[in-house]
């Protein structure tokens, strides 16, 4: 859910409080018992920014029609909800926000359907809105580089890859493609000129991309308590992160941090001696520097004809990825 005490959605505060009322009401099933467990998984305590940021962007242009966006802005928190789950079956997480995976407490079959059974909840809103094909042939591409990103990541398990760049084209298809394609969508639909509409998009992906660096930050700085889940569980997974990636080139224990990500086995005290190294660097703070420059990428992309309480929502938002400890 939105955490009601930050401000940055107050302005579509009654918006995403029938979001909730129709997410409810559009997974619901005939077959007793498939709703409750529907309704676990998309109240377990997400923020809704995607959906909001789709909501947002569509009261930015001259033409918002609150009935016409919303089976689009649900479908966009269901695709990403769907994701989630078949990602906690892939990584074989056990807690995600700080409670019990699908997996964890059903098993990886009922949360397998349970995730195909949201994704066809969400296309089948799609279809019942009877939008542009353009919408549809734009959300195929999303699940399909959604995919994609994850088969990426997968083959690069437990390697030294140092890249750059393949970072930054792995969480494009992960995170900053999502975010890109809620504000575009919103946008698009509410009628703003194709050069503010491209504008809104490449704000999405530049808040996206800030997002998923500052995600892998935190991953290494903050405490499960805070994040929901285990602290350097990316290095766990032998996933290397930008702050990781870094501190393999200026580390002066770069080796012994190469041999602890590469290592399939890497025990509980391997992996507390690797985020130790990446500390001892500057690696968080190279990080965060090039999340900040995505971020003031995204206030510059901002169309100048956005509503002021609008325009003011999306800089709170930047403002809230560049600050958050969660």
């Given at each position: 859910m939105i955490d009601v005490a930050n401000p940055m959605f107050d302005v579509i505060q009654s918006d995403l409080e029938k979001l909730e009322d129709r997410l409810?009401?559009?997974?619901?099933?005939?077959?007793?018992?498939?709703?409750?467990?529907?309704?676990?998984?998309?109240?377990?305590?997400?923020?809704?920014i995607r959906p909001a940021l789709c909501l947002l962007a569509a009261h930015g242009g001259p033409k918002f029609d609150l009935e016409r966006t919303m089976p689009m802005a649900e479908a966009m928190e269901l695709i990403h909800t769907a994701s989630l789950v078949h990602d906690d079956v892939i990584d074989e997480s056990d807690t995600r926000r700080g409670?019990?995976?699908?997996?964890?407490?059903?098993?990886?079959?009922?949360?397998?359907?349970?995730?195909?059974?949201?994704?066809?909840?969400?296309?089948?809103?799609?279809?019942?809105?009877?939008?542009?094909?353009?919408?549809?042939?734009?959300?195929?591409?999303?699940?399909?580089?959604?995919?994609?990103?994850?088969?990426i990541q997968d083959r690069n398990i437990y390697q030294a890859v140092r890249d750059v760049e393949d970072y930054y084209s792995r969480i494009q298809k992960k995170t900053a493609d999502f975010l890109e394609?809620?504000?575009?969508?919103?946008?698009?639909?509410?009628?703003?000129?194709?050069?503010?509409v491209r504008r809104m998009a490449e704000y999405g992906h530049d808040i996206g991309m800030a997002f998923q660096i500052t995600d892998d930050c935190l991953d290494i700085v903050e405490t499960e308590a805070t994040t929901g889940k285990p602290t350097g569980n990316d290095i766990r997974q032998g996933i290397l992160t930008l702050p990781v990636i870094h501190a393999m080139?200026?580390?002066?224990?770069?080796?012994?941090?190469?041999?602890?990500?590469?290592?399939?086995?890497?025990?509980?005290?391997?992996?507390?001696?690797a985020l130790v190294i990446v500390r001892a660097t500057d690696g968080v703070d190279?990080?965060?520097?090039?999340?900040?420059?995505?971020?003031?990428?995204?206030?510059?992309?901002?169309?100048?004809?956005?509503?002021?309480?609008?325009?003011?929502?999306?800089?709170?938002?930047?403002?809230?990825?560049?600050?958050?400890?969660?």
């Amino acid at each position: 859910m939105i955490d009601v005490a930050n401000p940055m959605f107050d302005v579509i505060q009654s918006d995403l409080e029938k979001l909730e009322d129709r997410l409810k009401e559009d997974v619901a099933s005939p077959v007793e018992g498939v709703t409750q467990t529907i309704l676990d998984l998309i109240t377990s305590g997400g923020k809704r920014i995607r959906p909001a940021l789709c909501l947002l962007a569509a009261h930015g242009g001259p033409k918002f029609d609150l009935e016409r966006t919303m089976p689009m802005a649900e479908a966009m928190e269901l695709i990403h909800t769907a994701s989630l789950v078949h990602d906690d079956v892939i990584d074989e997480s056990d807690t995600r926000r700080g409670t019990a995976t699908a997996n964890a407490r059903w098993g990886n079959q009922v949360a397998i359907l349970a995730g195909d059974y949201v994704f066809a909840r969400a296309f089948s809103l799609i279809a019942d809105g009877n939008y542009d094909a353009f919408v549809t042939k734009k959300l195929a591409e999303l699940v399909s580089n959604l995919s994609i990103g994850e088969i990426i990541q997968d083959r690069n398990i437990y390697q030294a890859v140092r890249d750059v760049e393949d970072y930054y084209s792995r969480i494009q298809k992960k995170t900053a493609d999502f975010l890109e394609t809620c504000c575009e969508f919103g946008a698009w639909i509410s009628d703003m000129e194709p050069g503010d509409v491209r504008r809104m998009a490449e704000y999405g992906h530049d808040i996206g991309m800030a997002f998923q660096i500052t995600d892998d930050c935190l991953d290494i700085v903050e405490t499960e308590a805070t994040t929901g889940k285990p602290t350097g569980n990316d290095i766990r997974q032998g996933i290397l992160t930008l702050p990781v990636i870094h501190a393999m080139e200026v580390s002066t224990d770069a080796a012994e941090l190469q041999r602890i990500v590469t290592d399939p086995e890497m025990t509980d005290e391997m992996a507390e001696r690797a985020l130790v190294i990446v500390r001892a660097t500057d690696g968080v703070d190279f990080a965060k520097d090039k999340a900040d420059a995505f971020l003031d990428k995204a206030r510059a992309a901002l169309p100048e004809n956005l509503p002021p309480d609008i325009r003011e929502a999306f800089l709170m938002v930047v403002d809230f990825i560049g600050d958050r400890d969660f």
